[in-house]
């Protein structure tokens, strides 16, 4: 079996262990992640139930981030750097007042982008009570 290989078994186990019944690559969930992203930067266009169902790549991610295993193969370093790269873009947009406690939730839980299409931004306002910039 090549490294490659390995490295994206050792991922399906790890997230078959958080629980996960349908599982993608690596490669998969961060084309999703970057997706995602591109969406938020243009204005995301759906509802929060939507925006936390989109998020679930990024826990994916979050998995091969800590799993002990994963983090003594090489291909981990490309990961994480991919994974950051693709963080930083999300963070330079989101608001700065957290939706969640971010004491005990992961940062892209907590925070929502500042702006968003008309949907978005009425729904953060009636579920968080939080004023977001509309986009077109």
Known sequence: MNRKNEFEERFQEALTEQGY?????????????????????????????????DLQPRKALEIALQDPVLNTKEEIKSLREQVFEADKRLRDILCDKPIRDPDINPWWMCYVPRFGCREFVEDVYDVYGLSIQTVD
């Open 21 to 53: 019944i349908r599982t993608r690559t690596t490669e998969e969930h961060l084309e999703r992640w970057n997706y995602f992203i591109s969406e938020c930067e243009e204005g995301y266009d759906d509802n929060v139930d939507e925006y936390d169902f």
